[in-house]
């Protein structure tokens, strides 16, 4: 189940930027750039809760395509989530505590089942789907993919 892409993968992300480029300027100008954290919309507005039904959407599917494994692959989801929110808190000098309400919570939260969708997605050999691919960008560009609507981004 480790093979080559998913080692590289979980070693690379204490090399991402976690959260570094907020708030500087985006070259594409279809894209909605939030100014502030609180310009969020919160967690019950449908252009974020829309990316969040979808990762757990995606979580069940590989763990319904593969039965067998599904125990060893929430483990590998588990500990990438926990990496990443270990690093994406201490990167915004966030502590645990926060609520869905905060938006620099959320982003912690977001960036790490982001991250372990896509390890899950390495690890069963399952096309990583595009919506996934661009947030994952997103994180990996020091950003946040904080909702969506239709065709437009929002992004701190």
């Known amino acids: 189940m480790l093979d080559s892409s998913l080692i590289d993968f979980e070693q690379r ?4 930027p976690w959260f570094r480029h907020i708030g500087e300027p985006l070259s594409d100008s279809t894209i909605q750039r939030f100014q502030t954290w609180d310009e969020w919309f919160g967690p019950e507005d449908a252009r974020v809760s829309a990316i969040h039904l979808r990762q757990q959407e995606l979580h069940d599917d590989v763990l319904r395509s593969q039965v067998s494994s599904s125990s060893d692959l929430e483990s590998l989801f588990q500990r990438v989530v ?4 270990d690093l994406a808190s201490r990167a915004l000098s966030l502590d645990a505590s926060g609520d869905a309400w905060d938006a620099r919570s959320t982003a912690v939260w977001h960036a790490g089942w982001t991250a ?3 390890a899950l997605c390495l ?3 399952s096309t990583i789907p ?3 691919q661009a947030q994952w960008r997103w994180f990996a560009h ?3 993919p904080a909702a969506v609507e239709s065709e437009v981004l929002y992004v701190y």
């Open 13 to 16: 992300l204490p090399q991402v």
């Open 82 to 85: 926990s990496q990443v929110r």
């Open 116 to 118: 372990g969708l896509v």
């Open 123 to 125: 690890a069963t050999k």
């Open 130 to 132: 595009p919506d996934l």
């Open 142 to 144: 020091g950003r946040w």
